[in-house]
């Protein structure tokens, strides 16, 4: 690690009203995932500290800025933050003329003086200063002596949760957001709606999730052609809860994307208001699904389905404020129904279409120009762009990582922002090994993926052979978590734990400057924090922190 040398821009940080509150000699250096771009320690030596907490004078707390930078500090876990007091041990300052991630702080034994040219960035200060805190030689604990200048690669760096196929709580929607926030994750994907449920709650359509709320059974884990008889319980996010999640989310600076899949993954939707779906074809009889994979439904490209997208949007927007998109689905929607279906074929003759995957383009282009006037913009799984064009300002998300030419650089050469999730690194519901302590915890053929956190770290989102144009449309990654096998929290945080680490510094960090091995004792470092979160993470031998039950 760096010697900590203050340079000038240091210097201009020190912070006014400072009061001494050195530690003891610190001989730890804390380590940081995502690595900063540059932080400098003054090593064996006295830090900050905070034993007696953070004071801050009561005109910084009272400032919006300084008390934005005490909310971010106490939502990043370091809670010893003493507003409204006489003394001033923290600094705030708004420097323009930088990105709106970009942050700088300098912490002496006097004090901590942040730097922010957007407020926003508080969040990822509090971050690095919270994994930044040791014990000093006397046990407290202290920050050392350190300066950081610190800005991400990408600015979006994405989680997706799928509460569809198995439910999962409030609470363990929460615990990941603090497990994305640490490790600057800014935007939590929750896939809302799916074949197998509807787990918003939309007033104006209460069979959604009356009807799409439930289904009759599930696959078993260890045999997917077989159902397990069971019922399952009701299960949706109210409004409330919805609201709920995405405060606590913007209190930890996230913001959370709804995904309400469009026209297909729709079976669900479709079984609560059968109108929507083609109802003239052979065997009509849409239910919610018990079976995992691509299925048929999809929604009729009839006016009466798009007053229903409207009207669901119309509850789905206020409730997701800052999200600047709403992911609008668009994978695996099959043609079929539209090809069986007489009166498709008659809205495709009507608008002199000969392709039935142009219907899809229309209820993209729809979307689009509904959501639009809202200020916001679409995503679309990279499907969206099959068949002919989508509107340039639709985001795509690549995924299918098997299809040539590269999904994300056609979106990038057609104009499209793209957000990289490639099912060959960076879905976490995939197995990560087969060390003998690997659990079971994703039998069936996707067992043979392996993409523990070395894979997911090998990945580089800007490869060379990408020219500058297309490099400026690739804005972010996202690691997706589909929870046909994951049936519960337990799970879910060793899908992801540690993998989100590596999914975070690979977002952060040009992929030259990054060093498996050297990350690894990065992630060592974590374990104290991962145990005292309760994190049931992956060990490096594959051991779960906690056996869980993973079979039926
Ligand atoms: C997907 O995995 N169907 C986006």
Same mark, same amino acid.
């Given at each position: 690690?760096?010697?900590?040398?203050?340079?000038?821009?240091?210097?201009?940080?020190?912070?006014?009203?400072?009061?001494?509150?050195?530690?003891?000699?610190?001989?730890?250096?804390?380590?940081?995932?995502?690595?900063?771009?540059?932080?400098?320690?003054?090593?064996?030596?006295?830090?900050?500290?905070?034993?007696?907490?953070?004071?801050?004078?009561?005109?910084?707390?009272?400032?919006?800025?300084?008390?934005?930078?005490?909310?971010?500090?106490?939502?990043?876990?370091? @809670?010893? %933050?003493?507003?409204?007091?006489? $003394?001033?041990? *923290?600094?705030?300052?708004?420097?323009? #003329?930088? +990105?709106?991630?970009?942050?700088?702080?300098?912490?002496?034994?006097?004090?901590?003086?942040?730097?922010?040219?957007?407020?926003?960035?508080?969040?990822?200060?509090?971050?690095?200063?919270?994994?930044?805190?040791?014990?000093?030689?006397?046990?407290?604990?202290?920050?050392?002596?350190?300066?950081?200048?610190?800005?991400?690669?990408?600015?979006?760096?994405?989680?997706?949760?799928?509460?569809?196929?198995?439910?999962?709580?409030?609470?363990?929607?929460?615990?990941?957001?603090?497990?994305?926030?640490?490790?600057?994750?800014?935007?939590?994907?929750?896939?809302?709606?799916?074949?197998?449920?509807?787990?918003?709650?939309?007033?104006?359509?209460?069979?959604? @999730?009356? %009807?799409?709320?439930?289904?009759? $059974?599930?696959? *078993?884990?260890?045999?997917?052609?077989? #159902?397990? +008889?069971?019922?399952?319980?009701?299960?949706?996010?109210?409004?409330?809860?919805?609201?709920?999640?995405?405060?606590?989310?913007?209190?930890?600076?996230?913001?959370?994307?709804?995904?309400?899949?469009?026209?297909?993954?729709?079976?669900?939707?479709?079984?609560?208001?059968?109108?929507?779906?083609?109802?003239?074809?052979?065997?009509?009889?849409?239910?919610?699904?018990?079976?995992?994979?691509?299925?048929?439904?999809?929604?009729?490209?009839?006016?009466?389905?798009?007053?229903?997208?409207?009207?669901?949007?119309?509850?789905?927007?206020?409730?997701?404020?800052?999200?600047?998109?709403?992911?609008?689905?668009?994978?695996?929607?099959?043609?079929?129904?539209?090809?069986?279906?007489?009166?498709?074929?008659?809205?495709?003759?009507?608008?002199?279409?000969?392709?039935? #995957?142009?219907?899809?383009?229309?209820?993209?282009?729809?979307?689009?120009?509904?959501?639009?006037?809202?200020?916001?913009?679409?995503?679309?799984?990279?499907?969206?762009?099959?068949?002919?064009?989508?509107?340039?300002?639709?985001?795509?998300?690549?995924?299918?990582?098997?299809?040539?030419?590269?999904?994300?650089?056609?979106?990038?050469?057609?104009?499209?922002?793209?957000?990289?999730?490639?099912?060959?690194?960076?879905?976490?519901?995939?197995?990560?090994?087969?060390?003998?302590?690997?659990?079971?915890?994703?039998?069936?053929?996707?067992?043979?993926?392996?993409?523990?956190?070395?894979?997911?770290?090998?990945?580089?989102?800007?490869?060379?052979?990408?020219?500058?144009?297309?490099?400026?449309?690739?804005?972010?990654?996202?690691?997706?978590?589909?929870?046909?096998?994951?049936?519960?929290?337990?799970?879910?945080?060793?899908?992801?734990?540690?993998?989100?680490?590596?999914?975070?510094?690979?977002?952060?960090?040009?992929?030259?400057?990054?060093?498996?091995?050297?990350?690894?004792?990065?992630?060592?470092?974590?374990?104290?924090?991962?145990?005292?979160?309760?994190?049931?993470?992956?060990?490096?031998?594959?051991?779960?922190?906690?056996?869980?039950?993973?079979?039926?």
């Amino acid at each position: 690690m760096k010697k900590f040398i203050p340079t000038l821009t240091a210097g201009l940080l020190l912070c006014s009203n400072a009061m001494a509150a050195p530690s003891a000699p610190i001989t730890t250096t804390p380590t940081v995932i995502p690595q900063p771009v540059k932080m400098e320690f003054a090593e064996q030596q006295a830090g900050f500290s905070l034993r007696e907490g953070i004071k801050v004078h009561y005109q910084v707390s009272r400032s919006e800025l300084g008390s934005a930078a005490i909310r971010a500090l106490m939502a990043a876990g370091i @809670t010893q %933050v003493l507003p409204e007091e006489n $003394e001033g041990e *923290l600094s705030v300052r708004l420097v323009p #003329g930088h +990105g709106a991630e970009w942050y700088t702080f300098l912490v002496t034994t006097e004090g901590i003086c942040i730097c922010v040219s957007d407020p926003g960035a508080l969040h990822l200060a509090a971050q690095t200063l919270a994994q930044s805190v040791v014990k000093d030689a006397e046990g407290h604990p202290a920050i050392p002596c350190m300066y950081v200048v610190d800005e991400p690669m990408l600015p979006y760096r994405g989680l997706m949760l799928d509460p569809c196929r198995h439910p999962l709580s409030v609470e363990q929607t929460k615990k990941m957001l603090r497990i994305m926030a640490r490790y600057k994750l800014n935007r939590l994907h929750w896939h809302l709606t799916d074949d197998q449920g509807w787990r918003i709650e939309i007033k104006k359509y209460p069979k959604l @999730t009356e %009807v799409g709320g439930r289904r009759d $059974e599930t696959p *078993l884990l260890t045999n997917h052609e077989q #159902g397990d +008889g069971t019922p399952t319980p009701l299960f949706y996010y109210t409004q409330d809860e919805i609201r709920d999640v995405v405060a606590f989310a913007n209190s930890l600076g996230i913001v959370v994307i709804p995904e309400i899949e469009i026209p297909g993954h729709a079976s669900a939707c479709i079984a609560a208001y059968p109108e929507l779906g083609n109802t003239d074809i052979e065997g009509y009889a849409p239910r919610v699904a018990t079976t995992w994979g691509v299925l048929p439904y999809t929604m009729a490209p009839k006016e009466e389905t798009f007053r229903f997208i409207e009207g669901v949007m119309e509850e789905v927007l206020p409730l997701f404020p800052k999200a600047p998109f709403v992911h609008i689905g668009g994978d695996e929607a099959p043609r079929d129904q539209w090809q069986q279906s007489p009166y498709a074929q008659e809205y495709m003759k009507k608008h002199g279409i000969t392709n039935p #995957g142009t219907i899809q383009h229309h209820f993209t282009h729809r979307l689009a120009e509904m959501l639009a006037p809202h200020g916001r913009r679409i995503i679309g799984w990279d499907e969206i762009m099959m068949d002919g064009s989508v509107p340039p300002t639709a985001v795509v998300m690549a995924w299918r990582s098997w299809v040539k030419p590269d999904a994300a650089l056609t979106a990038a050469n057609r104009g499209h922002d793209v957000i990289l999730s490639p099912d060959s690194h960076f879905y976490f519901n995939f197995a990560q090994g087969k060390l003998p302590a690997d659990p079971e915890y994703t039998p069936h053929g996707w067992n043979e993926a392996q993409q523990d956190w070395r894979h997911v770290y090998s990945y580089n989102p800007l490869p060379e052979h990408y020219n500058e144009a297309q490099r400026k449309h690739i804005i972010g990654l996202q690691a997706n978590c589909w929870s046909e096998s994951i049936q519960h929290g337990r799970k879910l945080e060793y899908q992801v734990v540690p993998r989100i680490c590596a999914l975070a510094e690979v977002a952060w960090r040009p992929a030259h400057l990054r060093d498996a091995d050297e990350f690894l004792q990065r992630i060592y470092n974590e374990y104290p924090w991962f145990r005292e979160m309760d994190i049931n993470f992956r060990h490096e031998d594959g051991t779960p922190q906690e056996k869980v039950a993973d079979k039926d």
